[in-house]
């Protein structure tokens, strides 16, 4: 199985901030990656895919890049709506695996 | 409007089986792959499986092979889990999800269900 490593696994920011999560794939899988946001209690939400697309209805604070192993995603400017855990996702093979989260609190 | 809603979870004994529905309404179902994914309380996501949008292609993770079975059907817009031999660490909130492309293999997912727990415990 493709394994999926984030980090930091947690982080403290401030509103107004620019953030960076990072995922590293232990094998390539090109652009195949994408990112989704997870608040307690509901369902996770789908942010970036293919890499670097932003999903529709995602504010353009959001952003991703990468390919091969290494991706990035960034939010330009926190927003008090963002602290959230974020995963990372390969469906590069048929055995999807996640990033085991970024859990961003508020400083 | 995209709605999928998850019925049949509950406790259960380590051993025994138990089957998840997914109810999917707002979208054509037999377009689509689906997917189950769970999450054990306070734990991160696990890709549990998918099923193509024709059902013929069907992956597991390795940690549900031979125990697990998805299977959809087209005509009630359904979706399943049957999950046999269940042991503690099969305990989770378990969602069921649409994949985000049309008659694709498997790309990401755009629209989760509100989740179904399962606890497996004596």
């Known amino acids: 199985d493709i394994q999926m490593t984030q980090s930091p696994s947690s982080l403290s920011a401030s509103v107004g901030d620019r953030v960076t999560i990072t995922c590293r794939a232990s094998?390539?899988?090109?652009?195949?990656l994408n990112w989704y946001q997870q608040k307690p209690g509901k369902a996770p939400k789908l942010l970036i895919h293919a890499a670097s697309t932003l999903q529709s209805g995602v504010p353009s604070r959001f952003s991703g890049s990468g390919s091969g192993t290494d991706f990035t995603l960034t939010i330009s400017s926190l927003q008090p709506e963002d602290f959230a855990t974020y995963y990372c996702?390969?469906?590069?093979?048929?055995?999807?695996?996640f990033g085991q989260g970024t859990k961003v609190e508020i400083k | 409007e995209v709605q999928l809603v998850e019925s049949g979870g509950g406790l259960v004994q380590p051993g025994r089986s138990l089957r998840l529905s997914c109810a999917a309404s707002?979208?054509?179902?037999?377009?689509?792959?689906m997917h189950w994914v769970r999450q054990a309380p306070g734990k991160g996501l696990e890709w549990v499986s998918r099923?193509?949008?024709?059902?013929?292609?069907?992956d597991y993770a390795d940690s549900v092979k031979g125990r697990f079975t998805i299977s959809r059907d087209n005509a009630k817009s359904s979706l399943y889990l049957q999950m046999n031999s269940l042991r503690a660490e099969d305990t989770a909130f378990y969602y069921c999800?649409?994949?985000?492309?049309?008659?694709?293999?498997?790309?990401?997912?755009?629209?989760w269900g509100q989740g179904t727990l399962v606890t497996v415990s004596s």
């Open positions: 094998q390539s899988i090109n652009w195949d």
């Open positions: 099923i193509s949008w024709n059902g013929i292609k069907i």
């Open positions: 999800a649409r994949d985000t492309k049309p008659n694709s293999s498997g790309t990401s997912i755009d629209y």
């Open positions: 707002g979208f054509t179902f037999h377009d689509y792959a």
């Open positions: 996702h390969q469906s590069y093979s048929s055995l999807w695996t």
